[in-house]
């Protein structure tokens, strides 16, 4: 079992920045891709960013590609989403996910455990 908290969310303005960061519970931090989802009201839960455990494979939606940047710190367990240039498309409630594995992917369903998400607000 795999625990996930999410932090960093809030209001900002377009063209702000924002750092989210997710803490997760395990001693096999690295067995795990981790990833970032989000979900606006009315929409489905879509991909953001995914990184493998290793920090060598990324994958970013095209929608934020230039804007945010996925990392991890494996010694803290932690791991970060930097958004910058932020857009009022961009608001929405971002999840942290986590799937065993080293296979980096964009599919919801891979991934077995989920945060409760932090909220982002972009005003124009």
């Known amino acids: 079992q795999v625990q996930l908290v999410e932090s960093g969310g809030g209001l900002v303005q377009a063209g702000g920045s924002l750092r989210l960061s997710c803490a997760a519970s395990?001693?096999?931090?690295?067995?795990?891709?981790m990833g970032w989802f989000r979900q606006a009201p009315g929409k489905e839960r879509e991909f953001v960013a995914a990184?493998?455990?290793?920090?060598?494979?990324?994958s970013y939606a095209d929608s934020v590609k230039g804007r945010f940047t996925i990392s991890r710190d494996n010694a803290k367990n932690t791991v970060y989403l930097q958004m910058n240039s932020l857009k009022p498309e961009d608001t929405a409630l971002y999840y942290c996910a986590a799937d065993y594995g080293v296979v980096v992917t964009t599919t919801r369903g891979s991934y077995k455990y989920w945060g409760q998400g932090t909220q982002v607000t972009v005003s124009s």
């Open positions: 990184m493998n455990w290793r920090e060598t494979t990324t």
């Open positions: 395990t001693r096999t931090f690295s067995s795990y891709v």
